[in-house]
């Protein structure tokens, strides 16, 4: 193929974790020897310090503000009169980056209104050219949509774009069904992937600094690392598990990396379930110092529900604590059997079962050969998952240049 002209409009920053996909992506398909342009809405746009730059080879433009400040641990949501003053904004900036921005591709990320509005009159309309699209989620459950016409935007959305594209990425098998059995081609299968010659853990003295400043010294530790939002990550239902862990266990330590809408409400039912020093909340950290948090577990886990929004996620913390040689638990829905070799780099439970997934971390906490087996087997299975090959598996749906 030769080299190319791309162009990705993105509605989230880099550093969230959808955001990590494509610049991922985008940094895969710059060494490939193609120009990479990501025009990206930032999570708190009047501290941006700089609104243009390359990173590893990829342009970054921040070109509006995220439909929720996300500046904090508790994101800050706009009222409505602000909310449509920045999507009206972004969407204008989003155009203005298209306009600015010539191009062989044309590749959205996540199908949502602000760059799908941009694609239909800026893409299409303008520069009457094809575009691209990355559906990476179920916009419609897995975003917080209170009001029945918010969801109802969305949904009209996440219907109509891959329809008009020219082609479609997706990240698990679930969604590639759905948009095969909806007369989209080509869909082409990208998972999420790990950089695993950066996402590593720090020396052994820095964990060990890390691990007594926490309280952790001697402890098990089981750690989640994600977003807290309910709507698609149900910690509730680890923190329900956890209880049980610490009844049989009572020296074990849940850390909870990250932060989220949810993180009040989190807090409090951990309160009442009687583990006010049993769990640790981390709150929103750097994504560069994820990689050291997350090494001080002995195991950690990604709680699910057997739901569309589930299956239809290709969960990136899994994949990043198995190349940290961190065992890991999760449901057996959609993709994840695939992602953990059927169980053999992993433990797979019933989903939405909290004494499945209480029983499963008692287990494993308890036998350190197992975790070292799953740990090694971990490892050698991110390796599948490198986002250098991912990106290469990307570009072939660009097969007509």
Known sequence: ????????LIIMGIERPSGRRYFHIARGLARQGHRVRLLALH????TCPQRRFIQEGVEIWYVGQMHARKDASVPSRFGPLDLLRVLASSTLGMIWGVICSPADVYHLGKPQPVNGLAALLAVRLLRCRPFYIDCD????RGNRLPAAWQRAVFGFWQWLLPRLAAGATVNTRHLAAELTDAGVSPVVLVPNGVDADSFVAPPTATLAALRAALGLDGRPVVAYAGALALQNHPVDLLIEAFAQVA???PAAALLIIGGGEDLPLLRDLAVRRGLRDRVYFTGQMPYHTVSAYLALADLSVDPVRDDPVARARSPLKLVESMALGVPVITGDVGDRAELLD??????LVRPGDATALA???IRLLGDAPRRQVLAAAGRERARSYAWDRLAEVWATVYRRF
């Open 359 to 361: 029983e499963a971390m």
């Open 137 to 140: 989620d179920d916009e419609v």
């Open 342 to 347: 059927g169980g053999a780099a992993g433990v």
């Open 1 to 8: 193929m030769p080299p190319m002209r791309i162009t990705f």
């Open 247 to 249: 009844v049989a266990l």
């Open 43 to 46: 999570p708190d746009l009047p």
